[in-house]
């Protein structure tokens, strides 16, 4: 195919400003699907992407406008899978950059805006859902012309819902963004920018064919990987799978080469022939790495194994996330998972319950330390039970992240108090306009995992957006805070946490289970301690069984032998007894929401 036929674009955006919806009447308007087989959100695949209204994996689709031959990507919006939107900028020449006209500009708007620019990339700019009442077009072309520096008489206005706009949106597309370039009798050279696994074909990976050309019967080599395949098919989206016999530089399509595992076809893989081929792999190869790290136990033991295939299984759809066995002495066998993010933490957990029907406990989600031992050794550890005695360890170093809040300016006070108390550092305060305010904080990730973001959206009426990329590790008065049933400490309930906020900690823990432990035949302490001191204390009183109901009158010498021998029996108890605590206690005090 001719080069100045071709146009790749992305379409970027904030979470909810209507980027599947304006593909959707992209697809209509090319007549890329039969109107009487389409539906909303028609390239998410997933149904809990439909359910939730959110995109989880990006998809592409080659269409026809005119002469012209769009190939279009539709990427995730949450801070979560910002790695999948810049691996997807790389197989582009330009974006289409979605703006809200009820809400204006918001932080991932900006985020996803500043990638396209370090890409090098023309910027088509669009304001989405003209038809709301409350949209204002005026007044956020003009943030945006004032933010991002794109003139007003550039952006144009859409409606996603009711298709106006679209055509002129199309036109703009193919005549703002420059056509690919590359060398058609150049060595090979393609860059995977997403794959997923299919149970009857492998692996199909979504390319990007930079220089040369891709045929269906070539042998190809993944040049990361080292891995040697035979091509099985090529083809590109519209939006079926269509088979063909080669791709040429600047098209985008899929691969199926009979790969088993998405570890060998990662996002960022460069992709040669194994003869002739390229000896430069292209720039960019970056592996996501996990930020948040929670263990999975499955709530019947007996799942242990189902819930190991499980993963397995998932993981060749989602090879974003690490898992590996590790044992618990009060949930059993489990696996410490490594995951993004809270929501792909979430949506992972969401995908094994729905789709291999397991019931699962999460423990509480917590992030990577790096431990230096007095001896110098350091060490990175991401389970709060690995944590060395506080006399072995010299320094904890946790890990920080440049936090970036748009806002309206009436909040300014209640989040700089939040990120205050999260031991925020502040970088700086600019209003965008008179009306919106955007903060940027230094911030500990272990602070932003919890409950940052529910907060940030309560104290704000939910006008609040939140867009964050990782630092550095910084050196923290960090401590473990283990929670001591009858004395025995378990392990599930251990946390990593700044001392200051410690002893709040202790006694919340100590106080919800209190609640939620079933009273026994003796006393039970709960204690919450750091090391070997004590820092909160709550105690689940023992049930008193009236053992002298059966007297009636008599020597009063006779109760006080049966409450004798009751007191000794409590106190023979208490020695040899061992507390129980239900699943629900655990599936409480470890849910997310707390």
Not at 271 to 290: A, H, V
Not at 328 to 351: P, T
Not at 391 to 405: H, N, R, S
């Amino acid at each position: 195919m001719e080069l100045t036929r071709l146009r790749n674009t992305s379409i970027i955006a904030h979470i909810d400003h209507g980027k599947s919806t304006l593909a959707d009447r992209m697809l209509e308007i090319c007549g890329a699907v039969d109107p009487r087989e389409m539906r909303s959100q028609y390239l998410d695949s997933m149904d809990i992407e439909r359910e939730r209204g959110i995109t989880i994996k990006l998809q592409s689709v080659r269409l026809e406008w005119g002469d012209s031959v769009i190939n279009l990507i539709d990427t995730p919006g949450h801070v979560d899978f910002g790695y999948e939107v810049s691996r997807s900028l790389a197989a582009c020449e330009g974006v289409i950059l979605v703006v809200d006209a009820a809400q204006g500009i918001e932080a991932q708007t900006l985020a996803n805006c500043y990638l396209a620019i370090e890409n090098d990339l023309e910027i088509v700019a669009v304001l989405n859902k003209i038809d709301l009442p409350a949209a204002d077009p005026d007044r956020y072309a003009a943030e945006i012309e004032q933010v991002l520096g794109i003139p007003t008489s550039e952006i144009i206005q859409v409606s996603a819902k009711t298709g106006e706009g679209i055509a002129e949106l199309m036109d703009a597309v193919v005549s703002r963004t420059p056509p690919p370039v590359g060398d058609r009798d150049a060595p090979l050279q393609a860059l995977v920018y997403d794959s997923h696994f299919d149970q009857y074909r492998g692996v199909v990976s979504s390319i990007r064919v930079m220089n040369g050309r891709l045929r269906s019967d070539d042998t190809v080599r993944f040049m990361q990987a080292g891995a040697i395949h035979d091509v099985d098919e090529v083809g590109v989206r519209s939006p079926d799978l269509v088979a063909v016999d080669e791709l040429g530089p600047g098209e985008v399509g899929y691969l199926i080469a009979g790969v088993k595992d998405v570890g060998e076809a990662r996002s960022g893989e460069t992709i040669t022939t194994s003869r002739n081929g390229s000896d430069e792999p292209l720039d960019g190869y970056r592996e996501p790495q996990p930020m948040v790290f929670s263990g999975l136990y499955p709530i019947d033991g007996d799942e242990f194994s189902d819930l190991r295939d499980a993963l397995e299984k998932l993981r060749l759809n989602d090879s974003s996330f690490t898992y590996e066995p590790e044992t618990s002495g009060a949930l059993g066998f489990g696996f410490r998972c490594g995951f993004l993010g809270l929501l792909h933490m979430e949506i992972v957990r969401e995908r094994l319950e729905r789709e291999f029907d397991l019931s699962l406990i999460t423990t509480a989600p917590s992030v990577e330390y790096l431990v230096t031992a007095v001896d110098g050794e350091r060490q990175a550890i991401d389970n709060p039970c690995d944590l060395p005695p506080g006399g072995d360890i010299q320094t904890i170093e946790e890990p920080w992240l440049l936090a970036v809040i748009l806002a309206p300016a009436d909040f300014t006070g209640t989040l700089m108090e939040l990120c205050q108390e999260r031991r925020g550092e502040m970088e700086s305060l600019t209003y965008l306009s008179p009306e919106r305010v955007e903060l940027k904080y230094h911030l500990p990730l272990a602070e932003v995992v919890l409950d940052f973001f529910d907060q940030l959206k309560s104290r704000t009426q939910g006008y609040a957006s939140l867009d964050y990329e990782p630092e550095e590790y910084r050196a923290s008065d960090l401590v473990r805070v283990d929670i001591l049933l009858h004395g025995e400490p378990v392990d599930a309930f251990s946390m990593i946490v700044h001392r200051d906020a410690s002893y709040s900690y202790g006694r919340r823990m100590a106080a919800k289970l209190r609640e939620l432990i079933p009273r026994q035949q003796f006393e039970v302490p709960i204690q919450a301690a750091i090391g070997g001191r004590i820092i909160a204390r709550e105690t689940v009183r023992a049930f008193r069984k009236d053992v002298t109901e059966k007297l009636y009158g008599g020597d009063i010498t006779r109760k006080r032998k049966l409450l004798e021998k009751q007191k000794e029996g409590k106190r023979k108890m208490k020695s040899i007894g061992r507390v129980d605590v239900p699943q629900e206690a655990f599936i409480s005090v470890l849910r997310l929401d707390d």
